[in-house]
């Protein structure tokens, strides 16, 4: 009996440290200049700026904003982890630790106005293209 204790201590001992571990939230909020442009990260529609997401892992995304009027952007930006959320320092952060965690990250990006062209400037610009051609 006394054996099975002894046994069993170790699988107790780290049921115990998984409830009570505490957890990291990832946000990121972006921002627009206007506001409400069309937000989509790696290709997936997240909503009208301003806009927070919740996100699982740092690295390259792919940011496309896109509003009447304005030029659409598309780029990329990097997110950068912080230094706790590399080993070995990520298992005392978010598994030993007891208390919650919160990274907050917020992007901003300026829109520029979309530039209207003429009926004379396109067909101006579409005869240079064909004598280029020629």
Same mark, same amino acid.
């Given at each position: 009996?006394?054996?099975?204790n002894?046994? %069993?201590? $170790? %699988?107790?001992s780290?049921?115990?440290?998984?409830?009570?571990?505490?957890?990291? #939230?990832?946000?990121?909020?972006? @921002?627009?200049? $206007?506001? =409400?442009? !069309?937000?989509? !990260? &790696?290709?997936?529609?997240i909503?009208?700026? $301003?806009v /927070?997401?919740?996100? &699982?892992?740092? =690295?390259?995304?792919?940011?496309?904003?896109?509003? #009447? =009027?304005?030029? /659409? !952007?598309? /780029?990329?930006? *990097? !997110?950068? =982890?912080?230094?706790? *959320?590399?080993?070995?320092? *990520?298992?005392?952060?978010?598994?030993v630790?007891?208390?919650?965690?919160?990274?907050l990250?917020?992007? /901003?990006?300026?829109?520029?106005?979309?530039?209207?062209?003429?009926?004379? #400037?396109?067909?101006? *610009? %579409? @005869?240079e293209?064909?004598?280029?051609?020629?």
């Amino acid at each position: 009996m006394r054996k099975y204790n002894v046994m %069993a201590m $170790p %699988a107790v001992s780290l049921l115990v440290l998984i409830v009570l571990a505490g957890c990291v #939230e990832r946000k990121l909020t972006i @921002n627009t200049k $206007p506001q =409400g442009a !069309l937000v989509a !990260l &790696n290709d997936e529609e997240i909503g009208e700026s $301003p806009v /927070t997401v919740n996100f &699982n892992w740092y =690295g390259d995304y792919c940011v496309s904003i896109s509003k #009447e =009027g304005y030029e /659409t !952007l598309n /780029t990329h930006r *990097d !997110l950068k =982890g912080p230094w706790y *959320d590399h080993f070995p320092f *990520d298992f005392f952060a978010q598994i030993v630790n007891p208390n919650r965690i919160v990274d907050l990250y917020e992007w /901003t990006f300026e829109l520029s106005l979309r530039k209207q062209i003429s009926r004379d #400037e396109l067909i101006q *610009d %579409a @005869n240079e293209l064909k004598n280029q051609l020629q």
